[in-house]
């Protein structure tokens, strides 16, 4: 469950800097910024490309596809290759669905942090900087055009799986790098960013279904 809980937190900072982070080094003008233009995007759509580094492992694990999100439904993270998987992140549950369609809910009990990480996105869709900064200590540097941030976990619940992120980006985040501790890495790729109006209706619908 490890990977499922590093993968909702990965997606959901990943947007972070659209609920405006309040940076620890004074940085909050470039999020402030950044977060003005892009609240203007009720949808955001990109294409990834996921590399993992796993000590234990000669080569790395290399997967791409495409991330939607919502700010009133959540994040659809859809892998493509090297197999189909989609997975579907809410506040309050991670929804897993297979090539052929069929869908598994899991809630808090069955995915350890995720309430954690449900009030960190309720923190991102809602603005509070506040509450992000209760999780994150935050270095930023870069303005609005071309920025670099670092989150390091505060609180011993992220610390666990999470030792440090940093998020980098001009007008949407162009990459993330999870160090989850050790010799283990992640990092996401994202191209072809843009922001969209709203989601089709086939799109609604899957958000919608349980």
């Known amino acids: 469950m490890s990977v ?33 233009r892009l609240n203007k995007y009720p949808v955001v759509r990109a294409e990834f490309v996921q590399t993992q580094r796993i000590a234990a492992l000669k080569r790395p694990l290399v997967s791409s596809g495409r991330l939607l999100f ?11 290759q090297p197999y189909r998987i989609s997975y579907i992140l809410a506040e309050d549950r991670i929804v897993e669905i297979a090539a052929d369609g069929t869908r598994r809910s899991r809630g808090p009990r069955e995915v350890p942090g995720l309430a954690e990480i449900g009030r960190i996105f309720r923190a991102i869709l809602s603005a509070d900087a ?7 200590e935050t270095t930023a540097s870069g303005d609005a055009a071309k ?9 011993v619940q992220l610390a666990q799986f999470l030792q440090r992120m940093q998020l ?31 989601l089709s209706e086939a799109e609604t619908q899957l958000f919608g279904r349980e």
Do not use: N
Request: hydrophobic content about 50%; proline content about 2%; charged content about 25%.
């Open 70 to 80: 919502s700010r009133q439904h959540g994040v659809l993270w859809q892998i493509e």
């Open 130 to 136: 506040v509450s992000l900064r209760a999780y994150f």
């Open 168 to 198: 980098a980006g001009g007008e949407f985040v162009d990459s993330i790098r999870i160090e989850p501790g050790g010799d283990d890495l992640t990092r996401i790729d994202f191209r072809k960013s843009r922001g969209d109006a709203a």
């Open 4 to 36: 499922l809980r590093r993968l909702a937190l990965a997606v959901v900072l990943a947007f972070a800097v659209q609920g405006a982070i309040a940076a620890d080094d004074g940085a909050f003008d470039v999020f402030a910024q950044v977060g003005a």
């Open 147 to 155: 920025w670099e941030v670092t989150l390091k976990p505060r609180q």
